[in-house]
């Protein structure tokens, strides 16, 4: 049985992740208000129950001015795994403020029997392990770092994206539009009409994007997996509903929440 979450708390969730997602339905149906926040990579970001905002919000000194001015008494970061420096700024800026923080991650990837995997440090690693004949590259990382690929444009890379990018983003490449989650019978599919003989992506972990290292595994093609980047020390739940009970017993500490 849940605690229930005293009042009054205003929360702010650094979204992005189906995690995220999951949290703001959670919050939406026990009543708790939160404001969702997305960081604006997307062009049509998924619809929230909650009030959302998009776009940065000026480092660590705007974060707190945003906490202060808009009376935050908890934050979530849901933000995906890879985007450090949102966590680091969240860090900080709640110390600042004296803001209680909490992440909502989800646990990486871990190599299973079948899998033919060669881990690399970061995209720099992953760039300079494509050097060699051309190949036919299945870019599973969204749209940030893909110009980094252009130092290697020998291969032909299949890229999944929710947006469609203005120009073709690397020389010799092909754009699907789609956004998951996603299942092991669709990405078997796409990467044998694609005739793919080697997946590119990052350890996000989560169910969302695992279906193409499932299809990976099925069809015996090698991973090029990136490693997360280590995140700032933080509280770390794993559960959306984790996060709701620990709303329910932390209190801001400069405010007196009445219970």
């Not at 999944?160 to 092991?184: E, M």
């Amino acid at each position: 049985m849940s605690i229930p979450i005293p009042t009054p708390t205003v929360v702010l969730i650094l979204g992005g992740t189906s995690e995220a997602s999951a949290l703001a339905v959670l919050m939406a149906k026990a009543g708790v208000k939160a404001v969702f926040s997305y960081a604006g990579r997307v062009g049509t970001p998924r619809a929230q129950p909650l009030p959302t905002r998009i776009g940065g919000f000026g480092g660590v000194t705007g974060l707190v001015r945003y906490l202060q001015d808009h009376a935050i008494t908890h934050v979530v970061d849901a933000t995906h795994p890879f985007a450090t420096g949102m966590s680091r700024n969240a860090v900080d800026a709640c110390a600042k403020a004296g803001v209680p923080l909490v992440a909502l991650t989800r646990p990486a990837w871990q190599v299973e029997k079948g899998d033919q995997w060669r881990k690399v440090a970061d995209i720099n690693a992953a760039v300079k392990a494509l050097d060699g004949p051309p190949r036919r590259v299945f870019l599973a990382l969204g749209r940030m770092h893909l110009a980094a690929f252009a130092a290697r444009p020998l291969h032909h890379y299949l890229l999944r994206l929710v947006d469609r990018p203005q120009a073709a983003p690397l020389p010799d490449c092909h754009v699907i539009l789609a956004r998951g989650p996603f299942d092991q019978a669709g990405d078997i599919a796409l990467l044998q009409d694609h005739n793919i003989d080697l997946i590119v992506c990052k350890n996000s972990g989560g169910e969302g994007a695992k279906a193409k290292l499932v299809a990976a595994r099925a069809l015996h093609l090698p991973v090029l997996m990136i490693a997360r980047p280590i995140p700032p020390e933080c509280l770390e739940y794993h559960q959306p509903q984790q996060v709701l009970d620990w709303l329910a017993r932390v209190r801001h500490p400069g405010t007196d929440l009445g219970v």
